[in-house]
């Protein structure tokens, strides 16, 4: 028996409203990476605090702190050069999703629609397969969040390690 659109429906109505979903993705990564320039601002001022240590008198002290400042500021530096290169990226992958949103909206809407008006004709392998693409924009954007959200908040918990570091050693 030969499966007419009005069947296979419920799958591009699936379709569609998850497609149509897709566009809010943005708001899975989108706190991560907020957070993670929020950490790193914060490490930055809590340097520059430790930086001017009033509590330091002797010249030994002060070279010792400096020294030791001096590392964290090393280290916070590496951090960010790191992270500055992954931003690039992380603005592409942004972008990527609402491409990968918009595409498979529209093409999971227009098969709603073709579904609805062609409803007892027999669905051909094109329309099952452009479904499946439909299917496939939307894992792909949520990949791509997913990697975004997950990298930004290792970079940020990084960051929060090395100012616990600064807390303990400065």
């Known amino acids: 028996m030969a499966v007419t659109w009005g069947d296979f429906q419920a799958v ?3 379709s569609a409203g ?5 566009l809010s993705f943005v708001d899975i990564s989108l706190p991560a990476i907020k957070e993670r320039r929020r950490v790193f601002a914060k490490a930055r001022q809590e340097l520059d605090i430790y ?3 009033p509590h330091k008198r002797t010249v030994e002290d002060k070279a010792t702190h400096a020294e030791a400042v001096g590392e964290v500021d090393r280290q916070l530096f590496d951090l960010w050069k790191e992270t500055s290169v992954f931003e690039s990226i992380e603005d592409s ?3 990527s999703t609402g491409v990968f949103g918009f595409f498979g909206a529209v093409l ?3 098969l709603l ?3 609805a008006l062609h409803y007892e004709e027999v669905i051909s392998a094109t329309g099952e397969i452009l479904t499946v693409v439909s299917f ?3 894992a792909g954007a949520f990949l791509i969040n997913f990697f975004t959200a997950s990298k930004a908040s290792q970079y ?3 960051c929060n390690d090395l100012r616990t570091h600064m807390r303990k050693k400065l």
């Open 12 to 14: 591009v109505q699936l």
């Open 18 to 22: 998850l497609n149509v979903a897709i």
């Open 51 to 53: 930086r001017k240590n």
């Open 93 to 95: 992958l942004m972008k």
């Open 108 to 110: 999971s809407i227009s």
């Open 113 to 115: 629609w073709y579904s």
């Open 136 to 138: 496939f924009s939307l």
């Open 156 to 158: 940020a918990k990084r």
